[in-house]
């Protein structure tokens, strides 16, 4: 008689679910080292982010992408689209050193400067101050709708929509110069684009702080997700020490735990209540924890309550929890991520202090290829954009090669920018047909800067006559 294999039902099961109904997480707030430092990396970060909008560099904003003139000004640097190169550099040295602070400290960036992590613990304190801690807030949440909730709520929207709108135009003002901007909106006419911006990030901004919070760590960050794979076992993270807290149980104070049978985890619960994304950090290495340090203050605070010593919670490593090591800080992928990051570094300066002070570009007319003049000569028009790249005035001088010897130029030859000025001038070239070899020529048009007579920049392009003039 056959046997029958066991099986498994593996159809879906309706009852699984990829994204569980929020439990809304209402933080204690918490004393401490880790808070303080949070504290600093948080508003530090905030006052960056207001103030750099506000520097002035040789009368005009540091840092400003400025789009309609697609050009970035980044202080003493100014980027051309043609310099993208040099933004690709700076984001792929951000990326490696994102990469390197990860494998040494892990999730550092996401605890104490993420824009997430600063906005959230912004929207936090507003709510701390309006409706209180904890407590009060859960209170507050279970109470039926009387004047006390609705004048507590509306002020804690209130406040939140001010620092969305604040967040919101500052980081217009990173696109549009902030100093124009302000009063623009006040007088009401600043342009539909600027409004519809400030629009998006205030409500971006209201909805990822107030409402979202730790759900956008949770399901929308990518970094989340693919940084364990990063992990190494002397990278850092915060983590429960087991065989020191385990057992874990109430006791009185003073009393020595080794004589109940207990370890030094008195199971008050305090590390889950700060934690902003309501995880138990003694339940081991989660995706949720954002690495904020918060169930250290808490757990150490315990600790110096029981008379015990510190660090049941703590910055370890897998080595050094697991078998007592010292945490290896020279590591190879730690010094290849280095390594990478200084020649990065090497390269991108170099591109930076021997990049020409300016800028041509060439566009022939797009409405002719040629055009003859009434005395049978040959004409084709361009479009050259030139572009002072430096902090100073630049006398730029015009000039072409590879053409035949007669050919005259018809336009400005020669002209003066100011520092970081485009200009477009409109040339053309007019030759005798009889001197021209062929129905196209490739030729070339140049940039001297008479300041740096070194310097001569060179566009390729072509000039063209109609085939019949062929040789
Ligand atoms: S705060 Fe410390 S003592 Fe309290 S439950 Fe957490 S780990 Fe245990
Ligand atoms: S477990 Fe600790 S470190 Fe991780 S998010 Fe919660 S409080 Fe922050």
């Known amino acids: 008689m056959s046997e029958k294999i066991p099986t498994q039902d593996q159809s879906p099961d309706a009852s699984v679910q990829l994204y569980s109904k929020r439990v809304k997480i209402q933080p204690r707030s918490i004393r401490g080292r880790f808070e303080n430092l949070r504290n600093f990396a948080a508003y530090g970060f905030l006052s960056l982010f207001i103030g750099v909008a506000w520097i002035q560099w040789h009368g005009r904003q540091g840092l400003l992408f400025d789009l309609p003139h697609r050009r970035f000004y980044l202080f003493g640097l100014t980027i051309w689209p ?14 490696f050193a994102l990469f390197a602070v990860t494998v040494f400290a892990g999730r550092i960036w996401c605890g104490y400067t993420c824009p997430q992590t600063v906005w959230t613990k912004i929207f936090i304190t507003i709510e701390h101050f309006i409706e ?6 859960m209170r507050l949440d279970k109470s039926d709708t009387d004047w006390n909730k609705v004048w507590r709520r509306t002020l804690k929207h209130l406040g939140w929509l001010a620092v969305s709108l604040l967040t919101g135009i500052v980081f217009v003002g990173y696109f549009a110069p902030i100093r124009e901007l302000i009063p623009a909106l006040l007088h009401g006419n600043a342009n539909v684009s600027e409004w519809v911006w400030i629009g998006i990030f205030t409500a971006a901004t ?23 794979v990063m992990f190494d076992r002397d990278t850092l993270i915060i983590s429960y020490d087991h065989a020191r807290g385990e057992p874990r149980g109430a006791r009185k104070h003073g009393v020595d735990p080794q004589t109940q049978g207990l370890g030094d985890c008195i199971d008050c619960l305090l590390c889950v209540q700060v934690c902003p994304t309501g ?30 010593a510190p660090g049941l919670v703590r910055y370890t490593s897998e080595n050094a929890l697991e078998h007592g090591q010292h945490t290896h800080i020279l590591r190879p992928r730690l010094i290849g991520y280095s390594a990478a990051i200084i020649i990065m570094i090497g390269l991108m300066v170099y591109s930076i202090a021997t990049r020409p002070p300016a800028g041509l570009d060439v ?22 954009n030139v572009m002072n790249k430096s902090q100073r005035p630049e006398h730029i001088e015009l000039s072409f090669t590879h053409m035949p010897q007669g050919t005259k130029m018809e336009g400005r030859q020669d002209v003066v920018l100011q520092p970081g ?4 001038i409109t040339e053309t070239l007019d030759e005798n047909p009889d001197e021209l070899k062929d129905s196209e020529v490739h030729m070339d048009f140049h940039a001297h800067v008479e300041e740096d007579p070194d310097v001569d920049i060179d566009s390729p392009s072509r000039f063209f006559a109609p085939y019949s003039h062929r040789n």
């Open 82 to 95: 043609q310099d993208l190169i040099l933004l690709a550099w700076f984001l792929i040295i951000a990326a």
């Open 363 to 384: 566009i022939r007319d797009r409405n002719a290829l040629y055009r003859e003049t009434s005395d049978g000569d040959i004409e084709n028009s361009y479009i050259l």
């Open 206 to 228: 209201y909805l990822n702080a107030g409402w979202m919070r730790e759900q956008i760590c949770m399901y929308a960050c990518p970094y989340g997700r693919f940084q364990s």
């Open 132 to 137: 209180g801690d904890r407590n009060a807030r």
């Open 279 to 308: 995880i138990d950090i003694r339940d081991g290495l989660q995706l949720e924890c954002i690495a904020c340090a918060a169930c250290i203050d808490a757990c150490d605070n315990v600790m110096e309550q029981m008379g015990y």
């Open 421 to 424: 000025e485009m200009r477009s």
